[in-house]
Structure formats: C-alpha cells, structure tokens
C-alpha cells in the first residue's frame, strides 16, 4: 500500500490527536518553566515527521518559498533564531541558509495552510505537550549534526540538558 492511502486518514486522526493534545497538559504540567522555543521547535519536528509520512506537502495557492516574496495572508511565526515572532509577510531570504531550514519550512506551509482556511494560523494554541515530548533525546532525534549545533545554540535549555550549557 502507498503511502497517502488507506493509513493517511489514520496519520492524519493521529497528527491531529497528538496537536489536540497539545496546550492543557503542558499549561498544568509547568509550561512556563519549558521555553516558547521548545515548544515551536517540537511542532515543527512533528509537522515535518507528518508531511514526510504522509507523501509531501499540503498543496498551497500562495508562494511559499523563501527565495520569492510571500503572497498569502499575513500573520506572525515564531523564529527560533530571532527567539521572537516575525510577520510571515517579512523577506524570508534568511530562512534559506537557516540550519532549520526544512523544519521551520513545514511549520511555516502548516501555518500558511490554517491561515487560507481562516483558521488561528498560531502553531502553539491549544497545544498540550507531556514532559517527555520536549526532552532533548525527543527534540533532537533525527537532525543532522548542524541541525543539532545549531538548535543548542538557539535553546540553551537543551544545551544543558546535553550537557553542553
């Protein structure tokens, strides 16, 4: 069976519990104590895991690439690097050299994607995480060695847990 058929449905219902899950248990569990950066940066790796499950990215109407002016609706994203929100409108050509580049990419078509249905385009509401979906040995798992460099330097609560603070 190809990927995208029968268990796209079941990955799609599971993707969806898992972001359901997402905002009340952590904001019970400490969420304070856990940073925005890895809570965006969790998202992100799970946004990334499911396009590549489910055969690809979701089929937009706007520019997405950060090589060309975006063209779609506007709102703020969550930049690890500048540690802020940026607006989606903003020139991306940074983005492209950006070790995060392929993660930050798909949590940006999923925001862009929520935007054009008018939905909250906001990655982070109503997302609930357990202690051990932001450990680093989680957060870490499978990023390439610049990935993993580039993302304790940006989220130093992951560098200590490596170690490395």
Known sequence: MAIGDADTGSCRSRFAERRTACTSRAQDRGAAQRSKVQVVFYLLHTYIEHAIKSGGAMPLHHNVDPKFPYDGPDFDEFCIAENGY?????????????ALSKLCQAGFEKQVHLAVEGKDPSLTKDCELTAS???????????TEEEIAFVKTYISSLAEECGNG
């Open 86 to 98: 940026l607006k989606a409108s903003r020139d991306r050509s940074p983005c492209i050299s950006c």
């Open 133 to 143: 979906d932001l450990t680093a040995e989680r957060l870490l798992a499978g990023l």
